[in-house]
């Protein structure tokens, strides 16, 4: 990845089959923590249009996020990831505003997002929610584990949208 954090401009923008293999690296560094679901190269190229990111002045990716559709009514906020050594310089509001207002314009009613970052996302605008309110989640996460289940009860927040 490239090493200039501190001069790039700070523009959200549409991920390219160019950026999969840095979206890949940057989002599974948080995997083995639980922040985010690993994901591979190939889950990443088969998606891209549903990622966005913020890159350095030399074009690496510092941050990305993505929209993981559950249904024509429910979308979720995945893959929200900001390197750290560009951490707390607004990135990540800048990528959770871009990705909602994407949400909005495809026309979905409801974005949600699993997260430990309560903060930052009822900053954001995210009400705290609750995973019963989820079944689609819950018989996902059926397939994936156990802990990740426990985790979303107590850390899922949603943002509804006005729709037509
Ligand atoms: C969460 C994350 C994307 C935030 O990126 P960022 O660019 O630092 O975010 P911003 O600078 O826009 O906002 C930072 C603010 O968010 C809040 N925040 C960030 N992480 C938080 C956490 N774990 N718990 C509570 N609040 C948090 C804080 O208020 C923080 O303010 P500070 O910079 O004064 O400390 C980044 O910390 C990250 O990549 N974390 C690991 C992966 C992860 O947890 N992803 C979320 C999965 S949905």
Redesign the pocket.
């Given at each position: 990845m490239g090493t200039d954090a501190s001069t790039a401009p700070l523009r959200v923008e549409r991920a390219t089959l160019r950026d999969v293999a840095q979206i890949s690296a940057l989002n599974n560094?948080?995997a083995p923590?639980g922040?985010?679901l690993p994901r591979n190269e190939s889950f990443v190229t088969a998606h891209i249009d549903d990622y966005r990111i913020i890159r350095a002045a030399d074009g690496s990716v510092l941050?990305c996020?993505a929209l993981d559709e559950y249904s024509p009514s429910l979308v979720e906020?995945?893959?929200?990831?900001?390197?750290?050594k560009?951490?707390?310089?607004?990135?990540?509001?800048?990528?959770?505003d871009a990705v909602s207002t994407l949400a909005e314009r495809r026309g979905y009613p409801e974005l949600f997002?699993?997260?430990?970052?309560?903060?930052?996302?009822l900053?954001m605008g995210f009400a705290q929610s609750g995973l019963e309110h989820y079944p689609e989640k819950i018989a996902r996460y059926a397939k994936i584990s156990r802990s990740e289940l426990s985790l979303s009860r107590k850390f899922l927040f949603a943002k509804r949208f006005s729709v037509e």
């Open positions: 560094l948080f923590d922040l985010t941050g996020v906020l995945v893959s929200l990831a900001v390197l750290p560009a951490q707390h310089r607004g990135l990540g509001k800048l990528l959770i997002a699993v997260s430990l970052a309560d903060q930052l996302f900053h």
